[in-house]
């Protein structure tokens, strides 16, 4: 039996972790009013428990896959028509699942952790602009749900933008 080793796949899932911790932890202190050190480790523990989650759900579901699309998701090989529609599909239904665990872990952490709720900040003894009234008006800022989605967005916007420049720079680099 040959094991194979997604080592590309490993060290670009751990380039990943820490450019989302980085970004949803800046997220989760903005929205949430937490102190520096407890939205990265927010931020960390969310985001270790949707990867696990995620590799224990893609694990789980490789057998229905097929083999092509298998190596294609795994060792980053080329994609083609119908792989890279499910891939696009794929990436939205994640997207929304890893929202929802970490909203789910948000939730369990602070429970555990017996986080009281948060008291609202009174706008009228900080300099106010139109943007952060509205914000606060809406009830957004200590919004969890409205957090962990822009901070997601945020992420998730990051490593698109970066797996697109990465895949650009290795083509690049074989054609020359």
Known sequence: MVLVW?????????????????????????????????????SATLNLLSTVSGWVAFFGLETLVPTDV???LILFD???GDIATLIILAGFATFF??????????????????????????????????LRDLRTSTGSSNNPAYAVLVANAMSYSAILILSVVLRLLA?????L
């Open 70 to 72: 298998k190596l294609s």
């Open 97 to 130: 699942l890893t929202v929802a665990v970490e909203l789910k872990g948000l939730q369990l952490l602070q429970t555990l952790l017996e986080v009281p709720p948060q008291a609202v900040v009174d706008i009228k003894s900080r300099r106010s602009s139109g």
């Open 78 to 80: 080329q994609w083609y």
């Open 6 to 42: 997604p080592l590309r796949a490993i060290v670009f899932q751990c380039l990943f972790l820490l450019i989302a911790i980085a970004l949803e932890g800046w997220s989760l202190r903005r929205y949430l009013r937490l102190p520096y050190k407890d939205s990265i480790k927010y």
């Open 171 to 175: 083509a690049d680099a074989l054609s």
